[in-house]
């Protein structure tokens, strides 16, 4: 199975006041292992980055004045993409940005069919407890030390983490025998693990409020 990581930074938050995107990274799946082919591009927005988004991911409006327009990369993306489920955390985000941009040059948009959304996997699977794509790098013991500030393709390194994770799959774990490390030639044998995450107290208890509720509600 082929699946596509994704993640877009914007100029801002809602589509209805003009916001567009600057960046999209993209990392391809397959059997939920990241294979080497991505997509990534910085975008010339045509309109000031708001404050409030460049403090999130620090693309400055002079950085992107050079930067190609999405009508000039739409193809090449819309080719990566073609006939893949999209693995997005808050997908509603993203997919409203995107489709906006096809819109604007007269493509269809993405059908929101295609797409998985981890937020949603997440709030199913942890009612109660924090859900952020740091906060799920916490709770899988993923190191998320390089996402000093939110960047494309560094999220969906990370996502694609968090991913496997969340969708029980075993993750990839490599296992170098000692004379191994001595020689870069060696072959790498790739094992296959699925971490254990016991939650905390909080989360414990959070869980039982979310099914007194839940079952009070639906009795």
Do not use: W
Not at 27 to 51: A, D, G, M, W
């Amino acid at each position: 199975m082929i699946e596509v990581v994704l993640d877009t930074e914007t100029t801002g938050l809602s589509v209805a006041k003009g916001h567009r995107i600057v960046e999209i990274g993209c990392i391809e799946l397959k059997n939920q292992v990241p294979t080497s082919k991505t997509f990534h591009c910085y975008l010339n927005p045509q309109r000031k980055v708001s404050e409030d988004a460049m403090k999130v991911h620090g693309y400055t409006d002079e950085f992107l004045s050079d930067k190609k327009f999405f009508r000039d990369i739409a193809n090449n993306f819309l080719s990566f993409i073609e006939n893949k489920k999209l693995v997005i955390h808050n997908a509603e985000f993203d997919i409203s940005h995107l489709n906006n941009e096809l819109k604007l040059i007269g493509k269809n948009p993405i059908n929101k069919e295609n797409v998985i959304d981890t937020l949603d996997i997440a709030r199913e699977k942890y009612p109660g407890s924090q859900i952020s794509l740091d906060a799920l790098c916490k709770r899988f013991r993923i190191d998320n030390s390089r996402r000093k500030l939110h960047t494309a393709l560094i999220d969906c390194e990370l996502l694609s983490k968090v991913y496997i994770n969340l969708i029980d799959q075993k993750e990839p774990k490599l296992e170098f025998a000692a004379e191994d490390l001595k020689s870069s030639n060696k072959n790498i044998k790739i094992d296959y693990c699925k971490k254990i995450i016991n939650p905390s107290f909080e989360e414990v208890e959070n869980h039982k409020i979310f099914k007194k509720k839940y079952l009070k509600k639906n009795a």
